[in-house]
């Protein structure tokens, strides 16, 4: 089983800031296969990016991934008030398990 | 416009048995596969099973295998999850997803509540 932790568990930023949202996974995978989403109270998540350089249906150009091996970064380029929320990276490359990150909080500073 | 609804969320007792729905519109649903992902209160998310667009390959996480049955009917456009043998740690939110690798739309969710 490819086990991803994220890092840090919380993340307080402002505003226009730049956010950087890491997850490491436990054995090599392709970011073909690795999708990131976001998550706000009371709602479904809802895929953001995936594969080495898509965005989902809607999806504004300041989110972004990248990495390699083990190694995988979400990077929101300026942050927006709505994108304040919990983010997960989730591997979908092994179909006997698919597994997710336990989630980033992306929090007002 | 792409749409999941599950359904058949509800309190049952430890042991019980319970079967999800996830209805699902604005889409050809037989050639799309599907996944069951559920989320306790408060926690992450736990993908749980998948299944193929014509049910030949189905997975399971090996917290509910040789419990949770997934199945699918493509004449109804439904998905479905067959849950026995419930414990309180499958007290939880559980999402039908869309799986086009990776899984794209999500249901808004039903809540199974075990507890005596």
């Known amino acids: 089983e490819i086990v991803l932790t994220q890092s840090p568990g919380t993340l307080s930023l402002s505003p226009g800031e730049r956010a950087t949202l890491s997850c490491r996974a436990s054995?090599?995978?392709?970011?073909?296969?690795l999708a990131w989403y976001q998550q706000k109270p009371g709602r479904a998540p809802r895929l953001l990016v995936y594969?080495?350089?898509s965005r989902a249906t809607g999806i504004p150009d300041r989110f972004s991934s990248s990495g390699s091996g083990t190694d995988f970064t979400l990077t929101i380029s300026r942050l927006e008030p709505e994108d304040f929320a919990v983010y997960y990276c989730?591997?979908?490359?092994?179909?006997?398990?698919?597994?997710f990150g336990q989630g980033t909080k992306l929090e007002i500073k | 416009e792409v749409h999941l609804v599950e359904s058949g969320g509800r309190l049952v007792r430890p042991g019980g048995s319970l079967r999800l729905s996830c209805t699902a519109t604005g889409f050809t649903f037989n050639t799309y596969s599907m996944s069951w992902v559920r989320q306790a209160p408060g926690k992450g998310l736990e993908w749980l099973s998948y299944i193929s667009s014509i049910s030949t390959t189905i997975y399971y996480a090996d917290s509910v295998k040789g419990r949770f049955t997934v199945s699918r009917d493509n004449a109804k456009n439904s998905l479905y999850l067959q849950m026995n043998s419930l414990r309180a740690e499958d007290t939880a939110v559980y999402y039908c997803t869309r799986d086009g690798r990776p899984s794209d739309y999500w249901g808004q969710g039903t809540l199974v509540t075990v507890s005596s």
């Open positions: 054995q090599s995978l392709s970011i073909t296969y």
């Open positions: 594969g080495a350089s």
């Open positions: 989730q591997q979908y490359g092994s179909e006997l398990m698919y597994t």
